[in-house]
């Protein structure tokens, strides 16, 4: 990590970052976007504070977040890159949150407060704990390996996506999603568990369901089952 003044500025310089403030203990503060993607970085050299508007480091060769800002007031996108842990995460994030296809077993070190959508989708994901408690978009977490949705969010402002799995079991999924829900193409016999409310459509199809799913779920939309 980069503790001299001169070498943090000459880094930020050189990856085009504007209107930084370098604060007394070195630690850095953007009064708008950075957007430090396609780089090849293998770390995140300098610690960020805050970051005002967005924050990209996709498409790099990260293992680490470390250095990455506290607080991002729209989105953060690490996506595409070697994370096998979120430690070091910004822990509010005002817009979207998304760690997609990375190589990721767990959530632990996530923000706690989202202000959109949160992406994990394309991971190795084996638990959603660490997840935040509420999001304001969607959450997607499908295409991994989960068995469970304990730790799930327990309210999604959009839509429920968890699909291509390998669930026997809905316990554990938020109590309340604005949007669809779509947990097809997993194990799942029953339908218990589930959501106490969904705003939108229930997808389920693809599943090991004997006969006709028994749902307890307020739905405001259609169950899709085959």
């Given at each position: 990590?980069?503790?001299?003044?001169?070498?943090?500025?000459?880094?930020?310089?050189r990856m085009?970052?504007?209107?930084?403030?370098?604060?007394?203990?070195g630690?850095?503060?953007?009064?708008?976007?950075?957007?430090?993607?396609?780089?090849?970085?293998t770390?995140i050299?300098?610690?960020?504070?805050i970051?005002?508007?967005?924050?990209s480091?996709?498409?790099?060769r990260?293992k680490?977040?470390?250095?990455?800002?506290?607080?991002?007031?729209?989105?953060?996108?690490?996506?595409?890159?070697s994370?096998?842990s979120?430690?070091?995460?910004p822990?509010?994030?005002?817009?979207?949150?998304?760690?997609?296809?990375n190589s990721?077993?767990?959530?632990?070190?996530?923000?706690?407060?989202?202000?959109?959508?949160f992406y994990?989708?394309y991971?190795?994901?084996?638990?959603?704990?660490?997840s935040?408690?509420?999001v304001?978009?969607?959450?997607?977490?499908s295409?991994?390996?989960?068995?469970?949705?304990?730790?799930s969010p327990?309210k999604?402002?959009?839509?429920?996506?968890?699909y291509?799995?390998?669930?026997?079991?809905?316990?554990g999924?938020?109590?309340?999603?604005d949007?669809?829900?779509?947990?097809?193409?997993?194990?799942?016999?029953?339908?218990?568990?589930?959501?106490?409310?969904?705003?939108?459509d229930?997808?389920?199809?693809?599943?090991?369901?004997?006969?006709?799913p028994?749902c307890?779920?307020?739905?405001?939309g259609?169950?899709?089952?085959?």
């Open positions: 990590m980069l503790t001299n003044h001169n070498d943090i500025k000459a880094w930020l310089d085009g970052i504007k209107n930084y403030t370098i604060n007394n203990t630690t850095v503060t953007v009064d708008g976007d950075v957007d430090i993607s396609r780089k090849d970085l770390e050299p300098v610690q960020f504070r970051v005002y508007g967005y924050f480091c996709s498409w790099n990260l680490s977040l470390n250095g990455a800002p506290r607080e991002v007031g729209g989105n953060f996108d690490c996506y595409y890159n994370l096998e979120l430690e070091g995460s822990q509010e994030v005002g817009g979207n949150f998304s760690c997609s296809n990721l077993e767990s959530l632990e070190g996530s923000p706690q407060e989202v202000g959109g959508s994990c989708n991971n190795r994901l084996e638990s959603l704990n660490g935040p408690r509420e304001g978009g969607d959450f997607n977490c295409n991994n390996s989960l068995e469970s949705l304990e730790g327990l999604v402002g959009g839509y429920f996506y968890c291509d799995n390998s669930l026997t079991s809905l316990a999924s938020p109590q309340e999603v949007g669809n829900f779509g947990c097809f193409n997993n194990h799942l016999e029953s339908l218990e568990g589930s959501p106490r409310e969904v705003g939108g229930f997808y389920c199809r693809n599943n090991i369901f004997k006969t006709s028994k307890d779920t307020f739905i405001n259609y169950l899709i089952w085959i």
